[in-house]
């Protein structure tokens, strides 16, 4: 499966979640929407950490939902690469593993 496919996917999962469970699904919403504006870091950079943070957790719908996140934001591949670089060395080998899956995504869904 492509990583368009899977972001489709998590894209359609989440909306049944939102179905099933309206008010949490909403605070959650309000919580990302409360964190996510620029203030002392822009957005772009708060997607890069939450990419990070992915990448950690190893949490691949998590990953490609940030990387989507971080394109539309405005994010350079160089960006992602270097936020990566940053993730591996706070999660070693799977995090080394889970790095290049999220700049393989990077590259598949900047694609345009």
Not at 31 to 41: I, M, N, T, V
Not at 42 to 55: D, S
């Amino acid at each position: 499966m492509s990583f368009k496919e899977k972001f489709a996917e998590t894209r359609n999962n989440l909306r049944g979640l939102r179905k099933a469970i309206p008010d949490t699904f909403a605070g959650f919403v309000s919580l990302e929407q409360a964190a996510s504006p620029d203030g002392a870091l822009t957005h772009k950079e708060k997607e890069m950490i939450a990419l990070g943070i992915a990448v950690a957790l190893r949490c691949e719908d998590c990953i490609i939902s940030h990387v989507g996140a971080a394109i539309r934001a405005g994010a350079t591949r160089e960006e992602v690469a270097e936020a990566l670089g940053t993730a591996i060395q706070m999660s070693g080998g799977p995090g080394l593993m889970y790095a290049s899956k999220a700049l393989a995504a990077f590259d598949e869904l900047s694609e345009g």
